[in-house]
């Protein structure tokens, strides 16, 4: 037991081409999503109409599960547009030759986290629809 936990620390703490490999990957695909989040979010904030003090609590909550799904959809194809990318525009940079881009999640990490930073935080109006709701249901 205590051999089988030594392997599992020296595997994490492991510094080889194929985990560098994966770390770049990731940060290709965390860049990539950002600007195509933020330019989906940025587009997306001037379309959708703006926050309404006066709505009523049902309605804003409508329009923010709206938003979700336009949200969903957004990250949904963003996907399929950096999987494109990603065919065409291999892994800028291999380390391994044995290295199998994506093969455990690295671009679903990648796209997931780079989209969700920027799309987010370029989303001002639908920050502020939350907070009204939250202001509404705990105050």
Same mark, same amino acid.
């Given at each position: 037991?205590?051999?089988?936990? $030594?392997?599992?620390?020296?595997? !994490? !703490?492991?510094?080889?081409?194929?985990?560098?490999?994966?770390?770049?990957?990731?940060?290709?695909?965390?860049?990539?999503?950002?600007?195509?989040?933020?330019?989906?979010?940025?587009?997306? $904030?001037?379309?959708? %109409?703006?926050? #309404? #003090?006066?709505? %009523?609590?049902?309605?804003?909550?409508?329009?923010?599960?709206?938003?979700?799904? +336009?949200? &969903?959809v957004a990250l949904f194809y963003s996907e399929?547009?950096?999987?494109? /990318?990603?065919? @065409?525009? %291999?892994?800028?940079?291999?380390? &391994? =030759?044995?290295?199998? %881009?994506?093969?455990?999640?690295?671009?679903?990490?990648?796209?997931?986290?780079? !989209?969700?930073?920027s799309f987010m935080g370029s989303m001002e109006?639908?920050? =502020?629809? +939350?907070?009204?709701? @939250?202001?509404? /249901? !705990?105050?």
């Amino acid at each position: 037991m205590v051999k089988r936990l $030594n392997e599992e620390i020296k595997s !994490f !703490f492991r510094m080889d081409a194929i985990r560098l490999s994966k770390f770049v990957e990731i940060f290709q695909f965390t860049a990539l999503s950002f600007f195509l989040g933020f330019f989906l979010g940025s587009t997306l $904030n001037n379309v959708m %109409p703006d926050l #309404d #003090d006066d709505i %009523p609590t049902h309605e804003l909550l409508l329009d923010i599960l709206f938003q979700l799904l +336009v949200l &969903s959809v957004a990250l949904f194809y963003s996907e399929k547009i950096l999987k494109i /990318i990603k065919h @065409h525009v %291999p892994v800028l940079f291999r380390f &391994s =030759k044995n290295y199998k %881009p994506c093969a455990r999640g690295e671009c679903a990490l990648g796209v997931t986290l780079g !989209f969700s930073l920027s799309f987010m935080g370029s989303m001002e109006v639908f920050h =502020k629809k +939350v907070q009204l709701l @939250h202001e509404r /249901i !705990f105050k």
